[in-house]
């Protein structure tokens, strides 16, 4: 159980295009999701915690309007990069906590691989 | 600061053999859960183990085992009998309320 999906796995997008991507909790239900940036060889950067049915909270210095999140439901939320640009080429990685006290682990997508080209 | 510190960017053990993976971490709460998470080169992180704060006793998983000092604020990982499968990043992570803090990551080898 607490498989979390993300989608798609890469993507290669042109410079100026907006890419969309999916995280899904498959066997649970997430009240809080959160989107990580990772760098080569580097720790997880938080960029945002989304709650559902609210707004998303960001991290200082991750521009909201470029960084686009939507939590609609208790098993989805999407992080859309909004006129990307190289410099947003990066791993990102959405986490998702099990609703509840007694959980306390989050659970991880498999990543998405962004290359702006 | 709410910072989890991993001194070691880079380990390696022999095949078999016992490795420690050091965490310190910053806080002033009382109530905290305490992780160590794995990231293999299919950058899928995977939850290794977990520690409660208030729980005294160490929590151990098969060949992982914590030391959890926790007036010291120390959180160390131990990898016994070290496959070839363990080879990966490792993250320590420390979760208060709803917001989780990563350490910089260690990276372990394991050699054959």
């Known amino acids: 159980g607490a498989v979390v999906s993300q989608h798609p796995s890469w993507v290669i997008c042109k410079s100026g295009t907006s890419v969309k991507i999916e995280c899904r909790s498959l066997?649970?239900?997430?009240?809080?999701m959160f989107w990580y940036r990772q760098f080569p060889k580097q720790s997880l950067m938080l960029m945002a915690t989304?709650?559902?049915?609210?707004?998303?909270?960001?991290e200082q210095g991750v521009e909201k309007d470029k960084f686009l999140i939507n939590h609609a439901s208790l098993t989805l939320s999407t992080l859309t990069v909004t006129s990307a640009h190289p410099e947003d080429s990066s791993f990102y990685i959405c986490?998702?906590?099990?609703?509840?006290?007694?959980?306390?682990?989050?659970?991880f997508g498999q990543g998405t691989r962004l290359t702006v080209v | 600061a709410q910072t989890v510190t991993q001194s070691q960017p880079e380990m390696s053990v022999q095949e078999a053999e016992t490795v420690t993976l050091s965490c310190t971490y910053d806080?002033?709460?009382?109530?905290?859960?305490l992780f160590w998470y794995k990231q293999p080169p299919s950058r899928q992180m995977i939850l290794v183990i977990r520690q409660e704060a208030y729980k005294q006793q160490n929590a151990t998983e098969n060949r992982f085992s914590v030391n959890f000092q926790k007036a010291a604020k120390s959180f160390s990982l131990k990898i016994s009998d070290s496959q070839l499968g363990d080879a990966a990043m490792y993250f320590c992570a420390r979760r208060t309320g709803n917001q989780f803090y990563f350490g910089t990551g260690t990276s372990l080898t394991v050699i054959p």
């Open positions: 806080t002033s709460e009382s109530d905290y859960y």
């Open positions: 989304s709650n559902e049915g609210s707004k998303a909270t960001y």
């Open positions: 066997d649970f239900q997430a009240t809080t």
């Open positions: 986490s998702a906590k099990i609703a509840g006290p007694r959980r306390t682990e989050a659970f």
